[in-house]
């Protein structure tokens, strides 16, 4: 997958205005699925899903307790966003300098 197409991607779990708010309320610390549910004022299933994608894409830390799963940010979201970013303008330098 090109770079483009993975940082698409990537900044498309942000573009998100649910799993923006998720984000958003998990810097305030460790939440789990219920807990999320009862603030977004959503089910929580479609927290799962959001919270299932905000995973995949690295985002998210899970720790399971018994059948509870809680969520928190794996890293400062400005430090996920300048990476994703200095990985997407270094690909497109490189690229350049190739002549692609």
């Known amino acids: 997958m090109r770079q483009t197409e993975q940082s698409a991607k990537r900044f498309h779990v942000l573009a998100d205005p649910i799993r923006l708010q ?43 307790e018994y059948t509870w799963s809680y969520y928190s940010l794996s890293t400062d979201l400005r430090t996920w966003v300048n990476d994703e970013l200095d990985q997407l303008l270094e690909n497109s330098t490189l690229a350049r300098a190739r002549g692609l």
């Not at 939440?31 to 985002?59: F, T, W």
């Open 22 to 64: 998720i984000a958003l309320l998990l810097r305030e610390g460790e939440m789990c699925v219920g807990d999320l549910a009862e603030v977004l004022g959503i089910n929580q299933p479609k927290v799962s899903y959001h919270l299932k994608r905000m995973y995949e894409e690295g985002l998210l830390e899970r720790r399971t």
